[in-house]
């Protein structure tokens, strides 16, 4: 298995501008969790999804930040619009069940 | 509410002696207790995790921790470092009796082998 997959790697945009990141958990896996990881505050949990469904998104950080996860295969975080403060590095990890998260290698974002 | 405290930034050792990185938690119900390391621009690689049974849950890459009740501690421990261990470890909690998957994790310990 290819373990989970994100992109970009890399991101870089002006402030304003919507910014859509990407995640492809393990094949099998039915919880999928989106954080967010800064000097300052650590690692931090936006959202978690079981079989497709948010069930706790009380760390996204305001009604900039959304997530979807259209299906089991994919899910995308998005913030609309974008501030210099939300840059930091993303990361999107799944599991199955009472088991351990496997992360994606993350994905840098730079607000400028 | 579920918490988990990693009280050391940093801790340094040299190669081949022993090491500790410290983690302490608070959870209402049973703690489901994880460790994880993170590489220099790299995600976060599951260690070890204690569930329930035996104390002292064996790992990858030779570490272990030991879990402790009373002291509500969950300690990192490897019996000779090597420079390749130097890394970011985080401790996370997860609570058992709240029925949800939320992971709490500490704040880090960075850990720097000296050759």
């Known amino acids: 298995d290819a373990g989970v997959i994100q992109s970009p790697r890399h991101e870089v945009t002006e402030m304003g501008q919507e910014v859509t990141l990407r995640c492809k958990p393990i094949?099998?896996?039915?919880?999928l969790f989106w954080y967010r990881q800064t000097m300052m505050r650590g690692l931090e949990l936006l959202i978690y999804f079981n079989n497709n469904v948010p069930i706790d998104d009380s760390g996204m950080p305001e009604d900039r930040f959304s997530a979807k996860m259209p299906n089991a295969s994919f899910s995308t975080l998005k913030i609309q619009p974008s501030e210099p403060r939300d840059s930091a590095v993303y990361f999107c990890?799944?599991?199955?069940?009472?088991?351990?998260?496997?992360f994606g290698p993350g994905t840098r974002l730079t607000v400028l | 509410a579920q918490s988990v405290a990693q009280p050391e930034d940093q801790v340094n050792v040299a190669e081949g002696n022993p090491l500790t990185v410290k983690c302490t938690y608070s959870v209402s119900g049973n703690p489901y207790l994880f460790w994880y390391v993170q590489y220099p621009n790299r995600g976060l690689q599951f260690l070890l995790k204690?569930?329930?049974?035996?104390?002292l849950v064996k790992g990858s890459y030779g570490f272990e921790a030991e879990f402790n009740k009373s002291q509500t501690s969950f300690h990192l421990k490897k019996p000779s470092a090597l420079v390749s261990d130097s890394a970011l470890y985080f401790c996370?909690?997860?609570?058992?009796?709240?029925?949800?998957?939320?992971?709490?994790f500490g704040a880090g310990t960075r850990l720097f082998v000296k050759a």
């Open positions: 996370a909690v997860r609570d058992l009796n709240t029925g949800g998957f939320k992971t709490i």
């Open positions: 990890a799944s599991s199955s069940s009472y088991n351990e998260q496997f």
């Open positions: 204690y569930i329930t049974g035996d104390n």
């Open positions: 094949s099998g896996h039915d919880y």
